[in-house]
């Protein structure tokens, strides 16, 4: 799996946000390791509690914190940032704030992507708003990063996702249209435009150690998904098995 070999920044903020179904206890001791702050955003409390893992701050409306997380928090001496369940932000936007009040420079998210798709793509706009944080997303069967031609960060090697050669990822652009190059992967791109959500950046293969993504103009999203890495394994089994069918349609053309 790619988070098991994903370069992580030297000092990052680590928040946990609330997903029904969160990553493995093995996923979130990885990412805490290095983190210089953790912070659980409302029921994000739960998994670092599963987890057995100290946090030092909490955030949100805790309207579906579980009363063990509350004890567990209790227990590490968490910080609690309560606000009111008639808002107009997200438990994990308000997370993120505490944690650049805290000074962090880099972010890591987790337990973000296995829950409603309005939640999810709520993340990817705050997300956004917060480039200047560096944000990187990890999950059990996503990874994502953002890279924006004005921002902090316009490019990155594929292998700093955790990706390796035969790997599959995508590209977006979110918010406009934006300009993209792709090197070392098997459909490349220079200084290509497109269009917002479009599908050309949709599912392309990493064939070079050092393939990169960069951002030329624009905002664009790179997604690692484990879903799309199990596609690219059966349409390569499935090229295979059309090569070996062509071979022997030439043999038995050729008797």
Same mark, same amino acid.
Not at 224 to 241: D, H, M, N, T
């Given at each position: 799996?790619?988070?098991?070999?994903?370069?992580?920044?030297?000092?990052?903020?680590?928040?946990?946000?609330?997903?029904?179904?969160?990553?493995?206890?093995?996923?979130?001791?990885? /990412?805490?390791?290095?983190?210089?702050?953790?912070?659980?955003? $409302?029921?994000?409390?739960?998994?670092?509690?599963?987890?057995?893992?100290?946090?030092?701050?909490?955030?949100? @409306?805790?309207?579906?914190?579980?009363?063990?997380?509350?004890?567990?928090?209790?227990?590490?001496?968490?910080?609690?940032?309560?606000?009111?369940?008639?808002?107009?932000?997200? !438990?994990?936007?308000?997370?993120?704030?505490?944690?650049?009040?805290?000074?962090?420079?880099?972010?890591? /998210?987790?337990?973000?992507?296995?829950?409603?798709? @309005?939640?999810?793509?709520?993340?990817?706009?705050?997300?956004?708003?917060?480039?200047?944080?560096?944000?990187?997303?990890? $999950?059990?069967?996503?990874?994502?990063?953002?890279?924006?031609?004005?921002?902090?960060?316009?490019?990155?090697?594929?292998?700093?996702?955790?990706?390796?050669?035969? $790997?599959?990822?995508?590209?977006?652009?979110?918010?406009?249209?934006?300009?993209?190059?792709?090197?070392?992967?098997?459909?490349?791109?220079?200084?290509?435009?497109?269009?917002?959500? @479009?599908?050309?950046?949709?599912?392309?293969?990493?064939?070079? !150690? @050092?393939?990169?993504?960069?951002?030329?103009?624009?905002?664009?999203?790179?997604?690692?998904?484990?879903?799309?890495?199990? /596609?690219?394994?059966?349409?390569?089994?499935?090229?295979?098995?059309?090569?070996?069918?062509?071979?022997?349609?030439?043999?038995?053309?050729?008797?």
């Amino acid at each position: 799996m790619p988070w098991r070999r994903i370069t992580l920044p030297d000092q990052y903020a680590l928040i946990v946000a609330g997903s029904p179904y969160g990553p493995p206890v093995e996923l979130l001791r990885r /990412l805490s390791e290095k983190a210089t702050l953790i912070v659980a955003a $409302d029921s994000g409390a739960d998994h670092l509690a599963r987890a057995g893992i100290p946090f030092s701050h909490i955030a949100g @409306d805790f309207d579906s914190i579980s009363e063990e997380a509350r004890e567990f928090a209790r227990s590490c001496g968490a910080e609690w940032h309560t606000v009111p369940q008639d808002k107009d932000f997200t !438990d994990l936007r308000f997370a993120l704030f505490i944690a650049r009040q805290s000074g962090a420079s880099h972010i890591v /998210l987790s337990a973000c992507t296995a829950g409603r798709l @309005d939640h999810v793509m709520g993340v990817m706009g705050t997300m956004i708003a917060s480039s200047d944080l560096h944000p990187l997303l990890v $999950d059990e069967n996503e990874i994502v990063c953002i890279l924006g031609a004005q921002g902090p960060r316009a490019s990155v090697e594929l292998a700093a996702l955790g990706l390796s050669i035969g $790997d599959t990822f995508s590209v977006l652009a979110p918010v406009g249209p934006a300009t993209v190059t792709e090197k070392g992967v098997q459909w490349p791109l220079d200084y290509k435009e497109i269009a917002p959500l @479009d599908g050309l950046g949709i599912s392309n293969v990493m064939i070079s !150690d @050092d393939a990169t993504v960069i951002a030329d103009a624009g905002v664009i999203v790179v997604v690692v998904s484990r879903g799309q890495r199990k /596609l690219a394994q059966k349409q390569r089994e499935l090229a295979l098995l059309q090569h070996e069918l062509d071979q022997k349609r030439s043999e038995l053309e050729s008797v």
